[in-house]
């Protein structure tokens, strides 16, 4: 199981970012509710425009790395900073500002945004598109009819068998044959290349942004393994948003990508139904392990993409669905035309939105301008019911200390 959840992210976080991935989910067990961390996609636009960098297949590695690994630091500092402030104050006040039906839109349209990707990726060719099909129908099928531990590993299962389905096809020529060029020229072994931060104001004030769409994400993630778990996590708020800056801060300062909590493993705890903490701890082991064996990298990397495609549409469907859970378990009221346009604007904005915003150093991608959207419209649709219901919710609060503290002295009394 713990292989299946490298599997699930390996489509995101390629071997560059692979040990720290490890590193990062490490500290994240140790400090929260365990959940797989990998490099968030939050950065892409922002480390690409302070770095003045454009991919092409010949481009090469980003020279100027360095500069955006001291954005994405400070960045992880700020976030550590809004955490710390959680721990101390408490939730509350987080909930206020990001209620369910704000988090379930924002987990929702994660989920709709990425679906393009799995789309795209699944529709490049004809075959691809019914190794796509036949990959869902495996996995689907493997979840609900297989026989004892197979159930437990429907996305392990539906990607060895959509493999040797694909390669099976390219022997007789009906479909692309595999290029293993990169498997045969990579190393066994190979330590990751370092980098150190380098720290530009223009990159800093660029990158620093992220953060609140990473506390986006980290709350409705939180939010969506406790809706499926059946159990509220809402406590461990301050714990995993610290638990993501340090995550990104050690991942930073060597050069690495800024962390995240990652949708296709929570869509892996959806489809199975396991949530067991030993799993993250073996996936994170695993990943630092590979992020030393260049050749596994290079032999994921041949994996269809018909098939990997197939595989997103599931992890990021169930995401989508999740989000719509959150609204449902925590009775949010469509009946109020506040809480339609709080939701729907975001989730198309989301679903259409395939290009960066710019305003001077500020950018916004598909996901950060929904989420800011979704949180600003909530607080100037709710008005002074915000105001109120914080104030209401420290008064519950000082309420709850007193009859501890009456009770504490009813019990001091009873022993005496």
Not at 85 to 100: K, S
Not at 304 to 320: A, D, E, H
Request: charged letters at 10%.
């Amino acid at each position: 199981m713990g292989v299946q959840h490298v599997l699930a992210m390996f489509g995101s976080t390629v071997i560059a970012a692979l040990f720290f991935s490890g590193i990062g989910t490490l500290i994240f067990f140790c400090i929260t509710v365990p959940s797989y961390l990998g490099s968030s996609f939050g950065f892409i636009g922002v480390v690409a425009s302070s770095t003045g960098y454009t991919y092409t297949p010949t481009a090469g590695p980003n020279p100027h790395i360095d500069v955006a690994a001291g954005g994405i630091l400070i960045c992880g500092l700020v976030l550590a900073a809004i955490g710390v402030i959680v721990l101390i104050a408490g939730h509350q006040w987080i909930e206020v500002i990001m209620p369910p039906v704000v988090t379930g839109t924002v987990v929702l349209t994660i989920g709709v945004h990425l679906s393009t990707s799995a789309f795209t990726s699944a529709t490049q060719t004809s075959f691809d598109g019914w190794m796509a099909f036949t990959t869902i129908m495996i996995i689907s099928l493997t979840s609900v009819y297989a026989p004892g531990a197979f159930r437990r590993l429907p996305i392990l299962v539906g990607m060895v068998i959509g493999y040797l389905i694909h390669f099976a096809c390219s022997r007789t020529g009906a479909a692309p044959e595999i290029d293993y060029t990169q498997v045969y020229n990579a190393k066994w072994f190979a330590a990751p290349t370092f980098v150190k931060p380098v720290f530009e104001a223009k990159a800093i004030s660029t990158i620093v942004p992220v953060c609140v769409v990473l506390l986006a994400e980290n709350l409705g993630h939180i939010k969506a393994v406790g809706a499926m778990a059946e159990t509220s996590l809402d406590k461990y708020f301050g714990r995993a948003i610290l638990g993501d800056a340090i995550s990104t801060i050690v991942s930073s300062a060597g050069g690495g990508p800024g962390t995240t909590t990652y949708s296709e493993n929570i869509g892996v705890m959806a489809v199975t139904k396991v949530f067991s903490t030993l799993i993250f701890l073996i996936a994170a082991l695993i990943a630092v392990l590979l992020g030393f064996i260049q050749k596994f990298g290079a032999a994921i990397n041949t994996i269809p993409s018909g098939v990997f495609g197939g595989l997103s549409i599931i992890l990021f469907g169930l995401i989508t669905v999740s989000g719509a859970r959150i609204w449902v378990e925590n009775g949010v009221d469509f009946k109020d035309s506040r809480n339609m346009l709080v939701a729907g604007i975001p989730v198309v904005i989301g679903a259409s939105m395939q290009t960066t915003l710019k305003w001077g150093n500020f950018q916004l991608d598909g996901i950060g301008l929904p989420t800011f959207c979704c949180i600003l419209l909530y607080q100037i649709l709710r008005g002074t019911d915000n105001l109120k219901a914080l104030y209401q919710k420290v008064k519950d609060r000082k309420n709850r200390r007193k009859q501890q503290d009456s009770v504490s002295e009813l019990e001091e009394k009873q022993i005496e």
